[in-house]
């Protein structure tokens, strides 16, 4: 019923409004005492602080949600962190040993590849660190450590709160090895939690301006293909932003490494082509912000249409933007929690438009448990 739908036509839509709450409520209770806390932990500290490698497996959005905790892990911990699709690494021979940590991210916690692949990094003594929205859930029960993300049920197949609930535990799960190899202070690993516990605001703040997205969901959904580009953490921004329109609006949608456009994307461009290009912060990382915006004016000199997610007040992006999306000033690490939230309105808008079922996209489950 429109009721449960929170007066939406669709619970994606609620969902999307969901995520401030889905932030804040996965990240409450887990600082106490001045440490980061897990919720379930089979293993011993000195098991984590001798973790030397760390493999992020998961599928879908789960996965872009691991691409960015990579930066974020291999900044505060100084480890390599290898991200991987839960279907590759099973069926790879990957280097594992008791002190390997494989974090497997799964919203529902019975994707049968996520699951099949902790398995296969237990047979080979390696940790293994649930995040999981679901209590109790097959990979959870299978795990040396669990933190659940707290966004409630999600009913749009597509994800939306559970990936933004995922990327904030993911950077817990960063900074709680952070704290255990001694990589960051105390004060520090308090520091960076207040920055997320900052976060629902921002969201909110992204939400309150979604309206011209949805204007111009409507106005490209007669588009045939859109791409969108990012780098460093908005590259899996970018990555997800076309996971979302290929799933719910049908349309052919990819995500590049900004970087690479010479190297084969850019003989995509063409004139009226919809371009979505995430911004770095011009503070925060100033110089990929330079090759972006050079980036950004060569696609645009080809007759491209841009659209560009940038940090408000970003002035010298404004000319090369046909459109520009502007999300509140965060830390640079913890941008994917603002910049995705108008690549799912976008995505949705685009769909709805095209009047397809943005919370049944055809051909697709919630939960894929066959492999
Ligand atoms: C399906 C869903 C996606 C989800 C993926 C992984 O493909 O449609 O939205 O990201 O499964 O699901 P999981 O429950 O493991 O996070």
Known sequence: SAAEKGGHEYFMLKEIEEQPEA????????????????????????????????????????????????????????????????????????????????????????????????????????????????????????SDAVLYTHAGPEIGVASTKAFLAQIAANYLVGLALAQARGTKYPDEVGREFAELEAMPKAVEQVLSTVGQVRELGARLADSKAVLFLGRHVGYPVALEGALKLKELAYMHAEGFAAGELKHGPIALIEKDLPVVVVMPSPRGRAVLHAKLVSNISEIQARGARTVVIAEEGDETVRPFADELIEVPAVSTLLQPLVSTVPLQVLAAEIARTRGYDVDKPRNLAKSVTVE
């Open 23 to 142: 932030l804040a409520n996965s990240l409450r209770g887990h600082f106490s005492g001045g440490r980061v806390v897990l919720d379930e932990q089979r293993i011993s500290d000195q098991d984590l602080r001798d973790i030397d490698k760390v493999f992020v497996i998961a599928c879908g959005s789960a996965y872009h949600s691991g691409l960015v905790a990579k930066y974020a892990i291999e900044h505060w911990c100084r480890l390599p962190v290898e991200v991987e699709l839960a279907s590759e690494f099973r069926y790879r021979d990957p280097v594992l040993d008791r002190d390997t940590l494989v974090v497997a991210v799964s919203q529902s916690g019975e994707t049968m590849d996520t699951l099949e692949a902790v398995r296969h990094a237990r047979e080979q003594k390696a940790r293994v660190l649930a995040v999981c929205n679901t209590n109790g859930a097959q990979i959870p029960r299978e």
